[in-house]
């Protein structure tokens, strides 16, 4: 019987302990394009998934993949401008989505913001789906509905449904498989409409070697990682936090933004209603907290955006950004 054309992939990770290796660039690249044009069978796919969960992701598999999914997405013919992707994945268990906040600013201020993000995969969290259709927020239907958002409004989300149905089906299998896949890894580094800047959240410190090498290998000319509460884009300002940035392929630079707030536990949010967003935003409700996240978070922002030089000036930015913002901003009309 002749070899499926796939099985080589599988072959390659499944060989043990002494002959198995990662995946070249190319080799993820296409692989994940004949996932995603229907070219595998479940059982290779499941198997393939699995196999790399075992082994853990390298760098070069993370870059191809997402560049596999890059070459079959469905792009509009003139491609917005667009300054940062964002993606939002994760989903918030313990705190609002405070980072939100912070794209909001970033975009009343004139920068072109595109989030992108999956719901529904892990239950019990708050997914940005859920804060944006609270907010009367459009979710774009398309990439190409997308791109009217930002031109419109210099704010544009849609979700990996949408951007790839065979992802997220693929990223909804946990519960079958019992354990993440890679998925979860790439899809945040899909930047649909490349952007110069990319900021990736992650959980875990080892991720960080993952995106940002992957970054490199793609040439992305900025990336910041770092690990978010919640594993979102979202700055801890009652600890340090670690950024690891890569630009035009080279090293990861590190650095370690200082805490914003005295050291100690923040109790998780039981209510977690969404509209203490609007609150906070119109200032309705007073949360040291909540404003450092937001301003901690945008001023990592703008120092990758290159809009300040030092991380102080960051903060100080940020800081000036929140206290002259817009209250009637077009999201916020709830």
């Known amino acids: 019987m002749k070899l499926h054309p796939f099985s080589k992939f599988v072959a390659i990770l499944g ?3 002494t002959k198995q290796r990662a995946l070249t660039f190319e080799e993820a690249r296409e692989s994940m394009s004949m996932i995603l044009r229907g070219e595998a069978e479940p059982e290779q796919i499941g198997a393939f998934l699995m196999l790399l969960r075992l082994k853990e992701e390298a760098p070069s598999e993370i870059a191809g993949f997402t560049q596999g999914t890059r070459d079959v997405l469905e792009r509009p013919a003139k491609m917005p401008e667009v300054d940062l992707d964002w993606p939002s994945y994760a989903g918030k268990r313990r705190q609002l989505p405070w980072f939100l906040l912070s794209a909001f600013l970033l975009a009343n201020s004139g920068v072109r913001v595109m989030m992108h993000g999956a719901s529904e995969h892990t239950p019990g969290r708050v997914y940005t789906d859920d804060v944006l259709e609270y907010l009367g927020f459009p979710i774009a239907g398309s990439l190409t509905e997308a791109a009217g958002h930002i031109e419109a409004r210099n704010f544009g989300y849609t979700t990996l449904k949408v951007l790839s149905p065979k992802l997220d089906a693929l990223m909804n299998l946990k519960p ?14 899909i930047n649909p409409f490349d952007a110069p800047v990319q900021l990736i959240g992650i959980f875990h410190r080892g991720f960080m070697d993952i995106h940002t090498g992957a970054a490199a290998i793609q040439g992305q000319p900025v990336c910041s990682v770092f690990r978010g509460e919640g594993g979102e884009v979202e700055r ?52 040291d907290y909540a404003v450092a996240s937001v301003t901690g978070t945008l001023a990592i922002a703008l120092k990758s955006l290159g809009k300040a030089d030092s991380m102080a000036a960051a903060q100080r930015l940020a800081e000036e950004m929140w206290a002259a913002r817009n209250r009637d901003y077009l999201p916020l009309k709830a």
């Open 15 to 17: 060989r043990g302990k």
């Open 236 to 287: 801890r300002p009652n600890k340090p936090t670690q950024v690891g940035t890569t630009i035009d392929g080279g090293e990861m630079q590190l650095e370690t933004w200082p805490q914003l707030l005295p050291e100690g536990h923040q109790p998780p949010d039981e209510a977690m209603d969404i509209s203490g967003l609007v609150a906070l935003w119109k200032g309705e409700m007073e949360s």
């Open 176 to 189: 079958l498989l019992g354990l993440r896949s890679p998925v979860n890894s790439f899809s945040r580094m």
